[in-house]
């Protein structure tokens, strides 16, 4: 009987210990880009020369805007998306999207686009598009 439990309190402990490096799974390539915690205050105007509508390099259209002190971003007849500002110009979302404004927002360049909510799962990884105004 005292073996019997010693067994089990081991197996428990084996789970515990192990089992989180098996939740994701070994096949498992996602990876979980968390909004930084360091985000940056922009200044009132900060986010005015981006605030407008691109039409991307697919054939899509964006549109960010600035909501108080919250930054968003919405692709055509979808859900708006929070961007999180890490540097002037460049912005992240929860998801991984990363959104770099260039030349005063002339131009924008969008790095894992297939993250921005979209109706429409894309199957590719890794997307860039780019916009100029």
Same mark, same amino acid.
């Given at each position: ?60 259209? #964006?549109?960010? *805007?600035?909501? /108080?002190?919250?930054?968003?971003? =919405?692709?055509?007849? +979808?859900?708006? @998306? ?7 110009? #460049?912005?992240? *979302?929860?998801? /991984?999207?990363?959104?770099?404004? =260039?030349?005063?927002? +002339?131009?924008? @360049? ?24």
């Amino acid at each position: 009987m005292m073996m019997k439990k010693l067994m089990m309190l081991s197996a428990v402990a084996a789970l515990m210990l192990g089992g989180s490096s098996y939740a994701a799974g070994v096949d498992d390539a996602t990876v979980k880009i968390p909004a930084p915690a360091g985000s940056i205050k922009l200044h009132r105007s900060g986010f005015d020369d981006f605030a407008n509508r691109y039409a991307l390099s697919n054939g899509n259209t #964006i549109k960010f *805007t600035q909501s /108080g002190g919250h930054y968003w971003g =919405r692709l055509a007849l +979808e859900d708006r @998306v929070e961007l999180f500002p890490i540097a002037s110009n #460049i912005f992240v *979302t929860a998801a /991984g999207t990363r959104v770099e404004f =260039r030349d005063k927002g +002339e131009e924008v @360049v969008i790095e894992n686009y297939e993250r921005l909510p979209m109706s429409v799962a894309m199957k590719e990884t890794n997307v860039r598009v780019v916009a100029a105004r």
